[in-house]
C-alpha cells in the first residue's frame, strides 16, 4: 500500500484552507455564535511546544463548533510590546518594530503549518498605531471617569529592566522577567483604580461556572477581602502625637499585644527626616520590594521610636513602638500590632528585638498551660491569658464579640480591607503604548485631544541609554496645543493593558472611530471559550476582568461584566531534564543514546545524567523544536500526540517513542483508508449485519462528549478504537452506501483532531456535505442485550445474556430453568436477592 505521504498532503490542504477566506465584514448574526480564544502570544520568534498544545486544544474546539453549525470567531494576533523587543533591540542594533515584525512573520508561518483553523483576516498586533489608539482613547476615557490617577508612591523597581512593576509583577521577590530583587523606589506614577471594583470583582467569581476552582480560588485570595476592626492606639512620648491608628483582622489577640509597628512612610516618620539613623534604615528598608511576598521572604528590621503605645483593653499595658520594614502603608493604615505568639512575622520581630511573647490562643485539645515557645501558633483555638474575653472560641465567636467591645468603648470599629491594590501602569521604556497626557510647566496634567491620536513613537532612536530612552527625545517630548507648550508623558503603558481588552478588538478589527462596534461586541461577547496556562490566572484574567467593569462604568452603551464564559486551563508540556559531568544542562539534539545510554554527541567519553521531567523551559534547554517535529513527522501526528498523553489541563511527558508511535498510528489509518476503500468498491447487495452501523453511532456519541467535556485523551483512545473494530469487521459483507456513510462520518469525527488526514480522505471518498456534524440514531445507542453476572452466597456461578431491563422476577424465572445454575438451587431456600439491573444477581440461600 502507498505509504501516507505527510508532507505534500498537508502543505495542499493549508494552501486551500489559506485560500478560503472566512472574515465577512457583514457576519450572519442569525446564527448562533461561537467565540473560541487562546492565550495571546508574545512574539518570541519561535514557537514552542506550549504553543502547539495551546492552540491544538483550542483548534479541535472551533473545528468542532463550526461543523456543528456555530458562526466561529477563532482570531489570532500578537502581545507585541514589550521589554524582551526593547532588549533584544538593544544587543543587535536593531529597531524594535523590525524584531517584533520578523519574529511575527516567522510565528505566522509556524503556526499555520499546524493546520490551525485561524481567521488570519482578523490578525491583530498590539504595537500597531492602528491599535494602541484606541487603547489611548479608552486610557482618556477612564482618566475623565476618574478610574485613572497620578500619584507619587513607593513602587516595585527592578534595576535590570530599570522599569516599575504591578505587585502582580513580582514573584517571590523579583522581577517577573528578569528574575532580579526588586527594590523600593518613589516616583511619580500612572494607577489605574482596580481596587474601586474589588468587591464587583469578588462577586463576579461567583457566577462564572466553567471556570476552573483553582482559579477563582486564586483571584479571590489575590483580591483578599477581610473582615476585622479599626482600632485607636493612645501614644504617649517626645512627639506632638496622641494617637495611631490601625487595621487588623484579629482585634481578640489585644491581650497579646507587644509592639506597635509603623511603615517607614507612615506619616509620623516626617518627625524623623533628620534622624542619621533612620534615614540609613530607610535605606536599608529599599532594598527589599514593596509586595507582602518581598516582605514576607526578607529579614525583618525595625527602628525604635521613643513612643509607647497602650493596649486599649488594658490601659495599664503599655508596648515600644518601631518602624518596621514589614509593614506596607497602603495596606489599613500603614501600622500594625504586633501579637508574636499567633503570627510567625510578629514572632521571628520579637525574638529579633527581645520583646515579650505571650500566648493567648490555644489549640482546642490543649490545657490552659499551653504556651507558644519555637514557632507561632496561627490556628483555632480558645482565648485565654485574656481577662474578660477568657473562653471565647477565636476566631469565629472571639473577633465578633471584641468588636463590639471596642465599639462600646468607641476606641475601635468594625471594618472591611481588601488585598488589592490599585494597579501601577507606568514603565521606563521605550517600546511600549505611549501614556497621552502632556504636562505644563506647573506639572498639571493635560490629555491629548482625541483627534490627536494616537500618540505615536518616534521612529529609529537610540536605545543604548541610561533610563527611559524617551526622555532624551527632546523634539518628540515637545508638543503645542491650543497654543500652550508641554511636555509630554514619556513613560509607556504597561504591556498588560494591551491584552486588557484585545478580544474586544477581534470583533472589530477594521473599526477606525472606535475601537469595537457595539453591534459586533453585543453578537460576539462574552468570549465562550477561553484557553490559556494558569499562569496567567491574577495578572491577564484579573486586569481583563477589571477593564471590562471599567468600560462599563457610567456607560450607557456598553455593559460587559465579564469577558470570558468559559476558562480552560492546560497543563505543561515537559521533558526528561539532562547534564553533563561538569553539571551544564545538555539539550536533546546534542545527545546520543549507545546501548541505552546516553553521550555528548561532541565528545562520546562523556555520560550524560538524567534528571526529572520538568516543563520545557529554554534555560533547562529540555525544549523539542516544533518545526522539527512537523517537518520530520507531520502536523497531524504532533497534534494526535500533543493530545493522546494525559487528559488537556494535566502535564503532558514528552517522548520521542510517543510521536513515533502517534506517526505510525496515522499510517495505519492510511492503509485502513485503503482497505475500506477496496470494500467501498465491491459494492455488496446486502448488509452482513447492523454492526457497522451500531459501532458507528455509539463511536459519535463518544467522541461528541468527549470534545465537550475536554476529554480530548479520550478522543485518541476513541479513535484507536475504532480502527481495532473495522478492521476486522469490514471483513464482513457490507453494502457500498453503508460503508461510505459509516466511514464519512468516522472522518468528520477525525477532522477536529487530524484534519490534514481526514480532509484527504474525505476527497477521495468524493463525499458530499462533510461539513456538517454527525448525529446518533438513539436506537442504535441502546443495547438490545445485556450480560448479567448470576452469584450464588457471593460466588460467580454463571452468566445469563438477556434483553436489556429485564425484571428481577423474570430473571429469577430464567435462572432456575437453567441447568447449570439451577443445579445450587435444588432443595436449597432462596433466603435474600441482591439486584443491580442489568448487572447483577445475587442470591443468599
Not at 497534534?639 to 510521536?659: A, H, N, T
Amino acid at each position: 500500500m502507498d505509504r501516507y505521504n505527510f508532507k505534500t498532503i498537508e502543505e495542499k490542504w493549508q494552501n486551500l484552507w489559506a485560500k478560503n477566506k472566512t472574515f465577512k465584514t457583514k457576519t450572519d448574526k442569525s446564527k448562533k455564535k461561537f467565540y473560541c480564544l487562546e492565550m495571546f502570544p508574545y512574539p518570541s520568534g519561535k514557537i514552542h511546544m506550549g504553543h502547539v498544545r495551546n492552540y491544538t486544544i483550542g483548534d479541535v474546539l472551533a473545528r468542532f463548533k463550526s461543523l456543528q453549525g456555530f458562526n466561529v470567531l477563532h482570531p489570532m494576533g500578537w502581545d507585541s510590546f514589550g521589554m524582551p523587543a526593547e532588549n533584544a533591540a538593544r544587543q543587535n542594533n536593531l529597531d524594535p518594530k523590525t524584531w517584533t515584525e520578523k519574529n511575527i512573520l516567522a510565528m505566522k508561518s509556524q503556526l499555520k503549518k499546524l493546520g490551525l483553523s485561524i481567521d488570519w483576516d482578523r490578525e491583530i498586533s498590539t504595537c500597531t498605531p492602528e491599535y494602541y489608539k484606541h487603547q489611548q482613547a479608552f486610557f482618556l476615557d477612564l482618566l475623565e471617569k476618574k478610574l485613572v490617577y497620578r500619584k507619587e508612591n513607593y513602587v516595585n523597581w527592578d534595576p535590570v529592566d530599570e522599569t516599575v512593576l504591578a505587585n502582580e509583577q513580582v514573584i517571590d521577590g523579583k522581577g517577573w522577567r528578569s528574575g532580579a530583587a526588586v527594590e523600593r523606589k518613589k516616583l511619580s506614577q500612572w494607577f489605574f483604580n482596580i481596587s474601586k471594583f474589588s468587591q464587583d470583582l469578588l462577586d463576579g467569581l461567583d457566577n462564572l461556572n466553567s471556570w476552573p476552582n483553582k482559579v477563582k480560588v486564586m483571584q479571590k485570595n489575590w483580591i483578599g477581602k477581610s473582615f476585622g476592626s479599626e482600632i485607636n492606639f493612645k501614644v504617649e512620648g517626645d512627639l506632638p502625637v496622641d494617637n495611631i491608628k490601625c487595621f487588623t483582622t484579629r482585634p481578640d489577640t489585644l491581650f497579646g499585644f507587644s509592639f506597635l509597628a509603623l511603615s517607614i512612610d507612615h506619616e509620623i516618620s516626617k518627625f524623623y527626616s533628620d534622624n542619621n539613623d533612620f534615614l540609613k534604615f530607610k535605606e536599608e528598608c529599599s532594598k527589599t520590594g514593596t509586595t507582602e511576598e518581598a516582605i514576607a521572604v526578607g529579614d525583618k528590621i525595625g527602628f525604635k521610636t521613643n513612643l509607647v503605645a497602650t493596649n486599649p483593653l488594658n490601659p495599664k499595658h503599655k508596648v515600644p513602638v518601631f518602624f518596621a520594614n514589614f509593614v506596607l502603608m497602603d495596606y489599613g493604615f500603614g501600622a500594625v500590632f504586633g501579637c508574636p505568639a499567633h503570627d510567625q512575622r510578629d514572632f521571628d520581630f520579637a525574638k529579633k528585638y527581645k520583646l515579650e511573647i505571650k500566648t493567648v490562643v490555644k489549640p482546642f485539645n490543649e490545657n490552659d498551660d499551653f504556651e507558644v515557645k519555637d514557632e507561632a501558633y496561627p490556628g483555632p483555638g480558645i482565648l485565654i491569658n485574656s481577662n474578660f474575653l477568657n473562653g471565647l472560641e477565636a476566631p469565629d465567636n472571639s473577633v465578633i464579640e471584641t468588636i463590639k467591645i471596642l465599639e462600646e468603648k468607641k476606641i475601635g470599629k468594625k471594618q472591611i480591607n481588601y488585598r488589592l491594590k490599585d494597579w501601577g501602569v507606568s514603565r521606563q521604556r521605550y517600546w511600549g503604548c505611549p501614556i497621552p497626557v502632556a504636562y505644563d510647566e506647573k506639572g498639571n496634567v493635560h490629555p491629548i485631544p482625541k483627534s490627536m491620536l494616537p500618540v505615536k513613537l518616534p521612529e529609529n532612536i537610540e536605545l543604548k541609554v541610561k533610563g527611559n530612552p524617551l526622555d532624551s527625545q527632546k523634539d518628540w517630548k515637545e508638543i503645542t496645543i491650543d497654543g500652550k507648550k508641554l511636555t509630554r508623558e514619556t513613560d509607556t503603558l504597561d504591556t498588560f493593558v494591551c491584552s486588557s481588552w484585545y478580544f474586544l478588538r477581534f470583533c472589530s478589527p477594521y473599526e477606525n472611530n472606535h475601537g469595537f462596534k457595539e453591534d459586533d461586541i453585543n453578537y460576539w461577547m462574552p468570549v465562550d471559550q477561553y484557553i490559556g496556562g494558569v499562569e496567567h490566572a491574577i495578572l491577564h484574567l484579573l486586569y481583563s476582568r477589571f477593564f471590562m467593569k471599567a468600560i462599563s462604568y457610567n456607560n450607557k452603551n456598553f455593559n460587559l461584566e465579564e469577558p470570558f464564559y468559559g476558562l480552560f486551563t492546560q497543563g505543561m508540556v515537559c521533558h526528561e531534564t539532562y547534564k553533563d559531568p561538569d553539571n551544564n544542562w545538555v539539550s536533546p539534539e546534542e545527545i546520543e543514546t549507545i546501548d541505552g545510554k546516553k553521550y555528548l554527541k561532541s565528545d562520546k567519553s562523556k555520560m550524560i545524567k538524567v534528571g526529572p521531567s520538568e516543563s520545557m523551559s529554554k534555560s533547562k534547554k529540555n525544549t523539542i523544536d516544533p518545526e522539527n517535529i512537523i517537518l520530520n513527522y507531520g502536523a497531524d501526528a504532533a497534534r494526535l500526540f500533543i493530545l493522546s498523553d494525559s487528559p488537556p489541563e494535566k502535564d503532558v511527558q514528552w517522548s520521542e517513542e510517543g510521536i513515533v508511535s502517534s506517526f505510525k498510528f496515522i499510517q495505519k489509518l492510511w492503509n485502513f483508508n485503503s482497505k475500506i476503500l477496496k470494500e467501498i468498491q465491491k459494492d455488496h447487495k446486502k448488509d452482513h449485519d447492523q454492526e457497522v452501523e451500531k459501532f458507528t453511532n455509539k463511536l459519535i456519541k463518544k467522541v461528541t462528549e468527549n470534545l465537550e467535556n475536554f476529554s480530548y485523551n479520550k478522543i485518541v483512545a476513541n479513535l484507536h478504537e475504532m480502527h481495532t473494530f473495522f478492521s476486522k469487521q469490514i471483513e464482513n459483507d457490507y453494502t457500498k452506501k453503508t460503508l461510505k456513510k459509516n466511514y464519512k462520518d468516522i472522518l468528520i469525527l477525525m477532522s477536529p483532531v487530524i484534519p490534514h488526514f481526514a480532509n484527504e480522505c474525505l476527497e477521495i471518498i468524493q463525499s458530499q456535505n462533510s461539513n456538517k456534524w454527525p448525529t446518533f440514531d438513539q436506537k442504535f445507542i441502546e443495547n438490545e442485550s445485556v450480560t448479567i453476572v448470576i452469584q450464588i452466597n457471593g460466588k460467580k456461578r454463571g452468566l445469563l445474556n438477556l434483553k436489556k431491563d429485564t425484571d428481577e422476577k423474570e430473571l429469577l424465572s430464567l435462572v432456575k430453568k437453567d441447568e447449570k445454575l439451577n443445579k445450587y438451587l435444588e432443595n436449597k431456600i432462596i433466603k435474600k436477592q441482591i439486584f443491580i439491573k442489568n448487572k447483577i444477581i445475587n442470591l443468599i440461600i
